[in-house]
């Protein structure tokens, strides 16, 4: 049976709502946590204050969590302290603690950040319908499809 945290217990995420990409990794995430151990914390939504250690301008440029002790995590260690909490992730946060994992990951992270842009244009072009939202929007322009 899985242990249910307290609000204060509560792994806490701060992710880009605005971000297309990060959208469809987190409502994933929220399905797998049945138990709701992990809060979700759009840092674009009114629900976010600068809070924590952490300014939205921070939020926005990099993956954030703060562990059930409240501590403020980044990157790697952030996704990690988040598969903790998920079925199906934890084998992979248990690895993390093998020396060099983390290194590997954060340095695969750092990666990904610079080619996010690139990443989030291709995921919202290569989606289901997205032919077709582009194909409406552009003929409600006026232009020609």
């Not at 971000?19 to 809060?39: F, V, W």
């Not at 059930?68 to 946060?93: H, I, N």
């Not at 950040?113 to 003929?139: D, E, H, S, W, Y």
Request: charge should be neutral.
């Amino acid at each position: 049976m899985t242990e249910v945290r307290t609000e204060n217990e509560q792994v806490k995420v701060f992710y880009d709502g605005a971000c297309p990409l990060c959208r469809a990794e987190i409502s994933h995430y929220q399905k797998m946590d049945a138990a709701g151990n992990i809060a979700f914390i759009d840092v674009t939504g009114p629900e976010f204050e600068a809070r924590e250690g952490l300014s939205q301008d921070q939020a926005l440029a990099r993956f954030h969590a703060t562990g059930p002790d409240g501590q403020l995590l980044s990157g790697a260690r952030a996704f990690v302290e988040v598969w903790k909490g998920l079925p199906g992730w934890r084998l992979l946060a248990q690895a993390a603690v093998v020396p060099g994992i983390l290194w590997g990951m954060e340095r695969a992270y750092d990666s990904f950040l610079r080619l996010r842009p690139l990443m989030v244009r291709a995921f919202v072009a290569l989606r289901p319908g997205a032919a077709l939202q582009n194909a409406r929007g552009k003929a409600g322009q006026g232009r020609d499809v």
